[in-house]
C-alpha cells in the first residue's frame, strides 16, 4: 500500500488478582500499529513525540516483518502473534477464506483467531475498542471482539489519519477518563500513565515510496513502548518478530494465546537499563546517492544539540 493507514485499538481492563506476577502487568494497553512505517525512517524524521515516548520508554529498531514485506499478511500478523504459514494469509488480497493455505487454528467463522478473541475469551468484560482511517484489515479476521468499531466494517467511511485519533481520543477519554492518549506529556503531570502502556509499532517498512522487496528498509519496523512498567531510556538489543509485539500486548493484559501463535513476550523492554543509548540517524539531502557540481548538501538530526562529523575522503573529520 502506498497510502498511510492508521489503526489503534484501544484495550481498558481491570486486572483483579492477588498472586505475584513473574510477567510485567498494565490495567490498559493502547495499540497503535502504522502503514509502512520502517525502524530507519523514524530514524532519519523529525519526529519528536516518539523521541519523547523512547527517551522515556523503551525502543527496537531491529524488529522484523514476514516476508513478503506486504500489508495484508503483517497486519494479520501482527493482529494475531503468528506468522503467515499459521494465519493462511500469505499476501495481500489473500484471507483465509479465498487462499490456499488453510490455518492452522480456526475460530467459529473459520479464520486464524487475533489477540483479541483471547482477550475477549480470559477477559469478558473487558472493553475493547478499534479506531482506523478504514476498515480493510479486518477482511482478515473475526471483528465480534470489539465493543467499538470506527469506522464499521462494510461501510464506505474513510477517515483521516487525524480525524481517526481524535475520534479515538474522545471516546476514550469518554469512557476512561483515567487514560490519555494523545498528549502524551498530560497523563505523566496527572500520574495516569502508571498502569498504562502504549505500544507502537507497524506492519512493514519501505523503500524508495514503496514496499513487498527484502531490503532491511522494507524488514525493520520500529517498536516503542511507553508507560507502566517499561523500563525509561530501554534499547532493545535483541532482533524480534513482529509476531512478538502482539504477544506481549496480550502478556501485559495476563491474557495466554494458542499453541499456534509464535509470539513471546519482550521481556527486554523492562529489564534493567544498559549503556546503550538510541540515537537517530542524520539525514543527509539531497536524499539521493549523486549531488551536481555546486549543489548544497545539507545534514540534519532530530537530536536537540547533537554533534555531527563528517568527512570527505575518508580521513579528517568535519564538524
Known sequence: MKHKSFAAIFMSIVILGGCVEKTPRADHVVYMCFDAMSAIGIQRAVTPNFNYMIENGAVSIHTRCGLPSNSSPNWMTIASAAPFEMTGVLDNGVTPRNGTTVPALKNAVGFFPTIFESIREQKPDAKIYFFGESSWSTAMYDITPF???????G?????TADEALHRAADAFVSDRPDVMFIE????????LMENTVIVI???HGGFNFGHGGSTMAELEVPVIMYGGPVTKGKVMEH????????????GLLGVELPWECHGKFLKEAFEPKTDVCYVPVPLVHPFRGTVGAGEKVSITAD???AEIHYTLDGSELRT
Do not use: S
Not at 465493543?147 to 466494517?153: A, G
Not at 502524551?184 to 500520574?191: A, C, L, R
Not at 532482533?239 to 496480550?250: C, K, Q
Open 147 to 153: 465493543d467499538v468499531m470506527v469506522p464499521e466494517r
Open 155 to 159: 461501510k464506505r467511511e474513510r477517515l
Open 184 to 191: 502524551i506529556d498530560v497523563p505523566d503531570h496527572e500520574g
Open 201 to 203: 509499532t507497524a506492519d
Open 239 to 250: 532482533v524480534n518478530m513482529n509476531y512478538d509485539t502482539p504477544a506481549t500486548v496480550a
Open 303 to 305: 537530536t536537540e544539540g
